[in-house]
C-alpha cells in the first residue's frame, strides 16, 4: 500500500488550505483513513480521521474548522482546513491503518511522507 498527501503549503492565519490522501494499492475493509499532525517540539496528535461506519471523527483542538471526508471509491481522504492558526503549523501525515480503539496511539498501518502547513501570523 502508498499512502501519498498532497496540498499544503503556506498561508496567512484565517486563510485555508486543501490537503488530499490517496491510498493505492491494496485495500482492507477493517482498515480506515486519518489524518495526523507532528508539530516541532511536540508529540503527533491525531487531527481528524473516518471511522469505519464512515462517521467522521475531528479532534477538538480543530473541530468546527477543519472537515473530514473521505471517496471510498478512489480511496481518497480530504481535510479542509478552514480559519487557519499559527498553532495548526505542522507536517500532516495521512495514515491508513487498522480501525478501533489503537487508532490515536499505535504507530502501525501505511503513512504518508507527509505535507508541511505553515500559518503565519
Known amino acids: 500500500v502508498q499512502v501519498v498527501e498532497s496540498g499544503g503549503g503556506s498561508v496567512q492565519a484565517g486563510g485555508s488550505l486543501r490537503l488530499t490522501c490517496t491510498a493505492s494499492?491494496?485495500?482492507?475493509?477493517?482498515?480506515?483513513m486519518g489524518w495526523f499532525r507532528h508539530a516541532a517540539g511536540k508529540e503527533r496528535e491525531g487531527v481528524a480521521r473516518?471511522?469505519?461506519?464512515?462517521?467522521?471523527i475531528v479532534e477538538d483542538s480543530v473541530k468546527g474548522r477543519f472537515i473530514v471526508s473521505r471517496d471510498n471509491a478512489r480511496n481518497t481522504l480530504t481535510l479542509q482546513m478552514n480559519s487557519l492558526k499559527p498553532e495548526d503549523t505542522a507536517m500532516y501525515l495521512c495514515?491508513?491503518?487498522?480501525?478501533?480503539?489503537?487508532?490515536?496511539?499505535?504507530?502501525?498501518?501505511?503513512w504518508g511522507q507527509g505535507t508541511q502547513v505553515t500559518v503565519s501570523s
Open positions: 473516518i471511522e469505519a461506519d464512515g462517521s467522521a
Open positions: 494499492g491494496s485495500t482492507y475493509t477493517s482498515y480506515c
Open positions: 495514515a491508513y491503518k487498522p480501525c478501533g480503539g489503537t487508532w490515536l496511539s499505535a504507530p502501525n498501518g501505511f
